[in-house]
Every structure is written in C-alpha cells, then in structure tokens.
C-alpha cells in the first residue's frame, strides 16, 4: 500500500503543477471586454471550443476534478 500511496502522491504533485501552469497561461476576463461592441461575433468569438482559449479551459476542468478526486483518495487512511 505503501507504493500505492507514493505513486498517487506523484500524480498529485504532477496535477498540481499542470494545473498552475494551464491557469497562469490562461487570458484575464478583462481581455474580452470586446464584446461590448460586437467583436464577440468574430471568428474566434464563435469557434472557442476549438480555439486555445477552449483547450485550456478543458484542460482545467479536467485537472480541477483530477486534483479533487486526488486529495480525497489521499486522505483517507489505508
């Protein structure tokens, strides 16, 4: 159980730096503060599931539900 625990501790501390890394790479809400006057309409505005922004937010999702599952494996005590 011992090797268990070493490895879900690993895969924690990997989580947990991707996740930093995905939210700090992330744009701030004040960069879409184009929307006011219709730039939400463009290309970009339509398509953000396929953009960068979409993946990144995918991505955080994931690893947000990653590191809660995690944590509460972790503390239970085996």
Sequence with gaps: MDILRIILTVVFILVCIALTVIVLMQEGKSAGLGAISGAA???WGKNKGR???GALAKSTKF???AFIVLAA???INF
Excluded: F, K
Aim: aromatic fraction near 8%; proline fraction near 0%; glycine fraction near 0%.
């Design 41 to 43: 309409e463009s290309y």
């Design 51 to 53: 953009s960068m922004e």
């Design 63 to 65: 690893l947000a539900i």
């Design 73 to 75: 494996i972790l503390n």
